[in-house]
């Protein structure tokens, strides 16, 4: 009886300690789980690490994501931890999608904090999802892989902006000048009304005044057109007249 009750305790003390570890286990999560920008548009993924009471000493974060729909720009640990550089541990891959960060922590660290800060460029539309891969691993003080089995997800939803709208436009039939008929350009001509042509328009003194002066020039030229053989010929006529009167007073001073 005594040894059922031995072994019945051990049982029970082993599953108490099995269950304590589930509940102890390590989890990772990624801030935000549900991501919307634009095409060009940056963003940032926090993974954040909680220990749950377990000192956590070395982390190792595997994500994936979908390469065609954004690439990785940065990535930046958190405050306290020490990279890991060897091949293997520390990978950013923007053709298969896939970052890997391993750091350590000195002494271990038994709360929550931040491991680090993914910085993501969105390439085109589309929509994906950011993983935590199986191969990522918390070691506690004896190496011990204490993360949970739950793997953290992200989604992410790139949506291009809409193009603005614009009303219908409405087709128009091309307009031509409008016809321009004779009575517009010649008022019509009533009854009785006496028609004046432009010639008959210009007044009669302008009309005669050239044939008026064409004559006074035919008199003073006589006829010649030439104005000095006029004046010649009016200085011979005045001179002759001249002498015909002083004749004419001589013969009645006798």
């Given at each position: 009886m005594i040894k059922k009750i031995l072994i019945f305790s051990s049982v029970a003390l082993g599953g108490f300690l099995l269950v304590g570890s589930v509940w102890a286990a390590t989890t990772i999560s990624f801030s935000p789980t549900s991501i919307n920008v634009s095409p060009?548009?940056?963003f940032n993924l926090t993974i954040s690490l909680n220990p749950q009471g377990i000192r956590n000493y070395t982390v190792k974060?595997?994500?994936?994501?979908?390469?065609d729909l954004v690439e990785?720009?940065?990535?930046?640990?958190?405050?306290g931890w020490?990279?890991?550089s060897q091949t293997g541990y520390d990978?950013?891959?923007?053709?298969?999608?896939?970052?890997?960060?391993?750091?350590?922590?000195?002494g271990g660290i038994p709360i929550s904090a931040s491991f680090g800060t993914i910085s993501f460029s969105a390439k085109k539309a589309g929509s994906g999802t950011i993983s935590l891969g199986s191969n990522s691993i918390a070691l506690d003080a004896e190496?011990?892989?204490v993360l949970s089995s739950s793997l953290a997800q992200a989604s992410v939803k790139i949506t291009a902006p809409a193009a603005p709208s614009t009303p219908p436009s409405t087709p128009t039939s091309p307009t031509t000048p409008e016809?321009?008929?004779?009575?517009?350009i010649t008022p019509p001509i009533e009854e009785g009304e006496e028609v004046i042509t432009p010639e008959e328009e210009k007044p009669a003194e302008i009309a005669e005044e050239p044939s008026f002066l064409a004559a006074i020039g035919n008199v003073i030229t006589f006829g010649t057109g030439n104005a000095l053989i006029g004046v010649i010929v009016s200085i011979i006529a005045l001179l002759?007249?001249?002498?015909?009167?002083?004749?004419?007073r001589l013969r009645k001073s006798k």
């Open positions: 060009g548009e940056n974060t595997e994500v994936s994501y979908p390469a990785i720009k940065s990535f930046n640990f958190g405050q020490t990279a890991l990978l950013v891959d923007n053709t298969n999608g896939l970052l890997i960060k391993t750091a350590g922590y000195p190496n011990q892989n016809e321009i008929t004779e009575e517009e002759i007249l001249f002498f015909i009167v002083r004749g004419v």
